[in-house]
Every structure is written in C-alpha cells, then in structure tokens.
C-alpha cells in the first residue's frame, strides 16, 4: 500500500482573515477584503483599491513582509500539527524540509528607497538591508523560527542549503536538521509549486516532514506593474463574469505541515488530508499571456490526475485561478471543458482575498481542505452572468453543500508557469 502524503496542519493568513476558521467565515459569508491602498499613496493612480491584511501580525524581527506573513502561518499549521522546535532537534530523527512559494520575494527593502534622494539611494545600511531578503529569505526566516525561537531576529541569516546539497542548519547549540530551505519562483503558481515539491520529496525519502506553502505581501511594484498592463479592476473582482474587468493585488501567507501517512500514524497525529497528486508544466508562450488555448494548464490538471491514479469523472470540484481578467477566465473555463468533459463544479475565492500572487495557490489549497472538511462549496462571490460558452457548472449565488471526495487546485502564472494537485480527504 502506497505511503501517501497527507495534511497534518494548516495555518493562513489572508486579507479576508487570519486562521482557518476567520478565512472560512469569510468565504463563506462573501465578505470581501478590498479596500484603499495602504501603504502606497495612490494620489495620482489610476486604481486605489487593493486586499491586504489588515490584522496586526505578532512577529517582530528584522524581516521582511512576506517572511512576517510566512512565519505566523507557519506558526498556526505547526501548532496544529502538534510540532515544535524540540521535534526537530537533534535528539530526534524528523529531517526538516521548508519550501515556499513566492512571486514577488521580498520587495519592501527597495521600494522604500525609491523615493530617496540620489545620493541616500545605497547607503551601507540599505545594501544590508536589501541582503536580509535576498532569495531564499522567506524559507530561512521560516525554519529558523521553527527550530530555535530563542534566535536574535536580525544579523545575519543562516546559510541556506541547497537542493543539490542538503545541509545541516546550525541554527543555535543542540538544533540541526537536514533538509532544504528554498524558496520556489514560480510567479502564481508558486504555491502548488511548493506542494507538489514537498510531496516529492517526501515520497523519496528527502525529508520526514516538510513545510511548503506560499507568501508574498503587498509589493508596489505587482500593485503598480498590473494597474499599467490594465488588468487591475476598478473596484470589485468579478472571476468568470461577462463584466469582469480585472484582478485585485493582494497578500498573504499559506502553510502547510506535510508527512508521510506512516509518520503521521506513527506519532499520533491527525490527519486532515491528502495530498494525492501533482502536475506542473511551463508552457514558455508568452512572458505575460497564457497559451490562448490553455494548452500548459490543460497537461498540468491531465498530469496531476494520472499521478494521483484518478479519471476526470472522479473529481467532485476544481478550485479554480480564476483572477477576474478577461484572457485568463476565457482560457480556463475553455481548460475545464477539456479536461472535464463531463462538467464539473468550478469556482475563484479571489473575489474575496484578491491575488495574493505567489500565496495564491497555497490559499486556495486551504479553501479546498476546508470545503472537503465542510462538505461545502465556496460560489464565486460577485459573479452575475457567467462567461460563455462554458459547459461546467460555475458555483456562484450562495455556498452549495456537496458530496466532496476528490478536488483539484489549479493555478497558473507569468512566464507559462502552471501547477495543479489534487487533494483527498481524510
């Protein structure tokens, strides 16, 4: 019998709500995170509406946004999971793996000297401020609060190790733990990019438990870069309505505590899913537009479903990208059509949080344990008059109890980035 990965923790932290059952509430209820921009004066732009996470975050240190938001989702799935630092000590055996996914990185520690006079544009004190979030941040921010919380919050960060080679973490006396801390670029797929990452690796025997998910806070280069390519919407995110007329920018973290099914057992914890399946592709059409037949997507969803043993009659839903621009929509309900030839139940919770670009998908996979758990889909919110032609069944109006087994969480992002997994419940 196959060890399969399962879920022993979560934890979000999104616009619409920190911790499952705040996020849930929301989904549920249709409240939307949008709202002015802060942080950002948006005086003399175009758009003014964004969803950030408003909620105080109780973590402190030098870092940046998206570590912040990493490390309290962290924070919750560990907690969950029933895991602390003395878990990964070196008096145990569990070999640690931290792989999250991102977009953007860490981007505040150049924006805020943009504005800067020419000559404090790098100071010394810049230049080290700009090395605290240089790739890989995120990840070695994440494990070092996972494996000694007794840890200076600035200086120097520990050395990464690499996915070639594994390294011992020497975090403080007495705490190592092989294993691998990256973060995954995968524009808005980086999420499921990082689950799918983590499933691998534990399937071959790389890690005992891995932490794998998404964060990015609210960067004003995304904000400003997608108002100029005019795919921000005005005021209200309409996924796969006539009207759509584009995304809102927004930020968070999702996390996830993954293990071996025979570990999980082994320590008594309580298993909340599985991860059953993955499919990533990078189509490499167009810097920004997806094949305009979905052709990256369409192998990524048929890849996740061939590894996770399944037909496309045997899923019960599919979470969808569905960002509320007009190219995006068409190509992914024309996708579902093609994988799903018998129909499916489909909808986009980023009427609610907004893109939260790389924490995207990881968001979304909380969504989807949370409506196997439930037994209950999310409609997409805001949505009147779906786009046509569209065979699937587009879930929208109110939530919609369901038999839920099997569901699917797709995303896709710039660059052909696609990744779809497939998640079972317990």
């Not at 008594?268 to 810097?287: D, F």
Request: overall charge negative; charged content about 20%; aromatic content about 4%.
């Amino acid at each position: 019998m196959a060890d399969d990965v399962v879920i022993t923790g979560v934890g979000v932290v999104s616009p619409v709500g920190c911790g499952e059952a705040a996020f849930w509430d929301a989904l549920r209820n249709g409240r939307s995170a949008a709202g002015s921009v802060e942080g950002l004066d948006t005086s003399e732009l175009s758009r003014t509406i964004a969803c950030q996470v408003r909620t105080p975050l109780d973590v402190t240190g030098v870092m940046g946004r998206a570590a912040k938001l990493a490390v309290a989702a962290t924070r919750q799935a560990t907690r969950q999971a029933g895991l602390s630092s003395a878990d990964f000590g070196a008096s145990h055996d569990a070999r640690l793996s931290v792989l999250i996914g991102t977009t953007m990185g860490e981007t505040e520690f150049i924006e805020e000297r943009l504005t800067q006079p020419d000559e404090h544009w790098l100071t010394d004190e810049h230049a080290r401020r700009i090395a605290i979030g240089k790739p890989g941040s995120i990840a070695r921010r994440v494990r070092t609060d996972l494996l000694a919380t007794d840890l200076p919050t600035s200086g120097p960060l520990p050395a990464a190790a690499s996915p070639q080679r594994p390294a011992v973490s020497n975090l403080s006396a007495g705490r190592e733990s092989p294993g691998c801390s990256i973060d995954l670029y995968g524009a808005c797929a980086a999420g499921n990019l990082a689950l799918a990452s983590a499933r691998r690796q534990l399937l071959d025997g790389r890690c005992d438990v891995a932490i794998a998910g998404g964060a990015d806070g609210f960067s004003h280069l995304a904000f400003i870069g997608f108002m100029r390519l005019r795919a921000m919407s005005s005021g209200v995110c309409r996924p796969f309505d006539e009207q759509r007329d584009g995304l809102l920018v927004g930020e968070g973290a999702a996390i996830f505590v993954l293990e071996r099914e025979s570990t999980a057992r082994a320590r008594g914890a309580t298993i909340r899913g599985y991860i059953l399946g993955a499919g990533v592709t990078c189509e490499s059409y167009h810097p920004t537009r997806p094949h305009p037949e979905g052709d990256g997507l369409t192998r990524a969803t048929q890849a996740a479903l061939a590894d996770a043993n399944l037909s496309a009659t045997d899923i019960d839903y599919v979470c969808a990208h569905g960002t509320g621009t007009p190219q995006n929509d068409a190509i992914e309900v024309a996708v579902l059509d093609r994988c799903f030839t018998q129909g499916v139940a489909f909808s986009s919770i980023k009427a609610l949080t907004g893109h939260t670009m790389g924490a995207a998908a990881a968001i979304e996979a909380v969504a989807c344990l949370l409506s196997l758990e439930h037994q209950m889909l999310i409609p997409t919110w805001h949505l009147d008059n779906v786009l046509q032609p569209c065979s699937s069944d587009a879930v929208r109006g109110s939530v919609r109890s369901a038999d839920l087994r099997y569901v699917v969480n797709n995303s896709a992002g710039f660059g052909g980035y696609n990744s779809s997994i497939v998640i079972a419940a317990a």
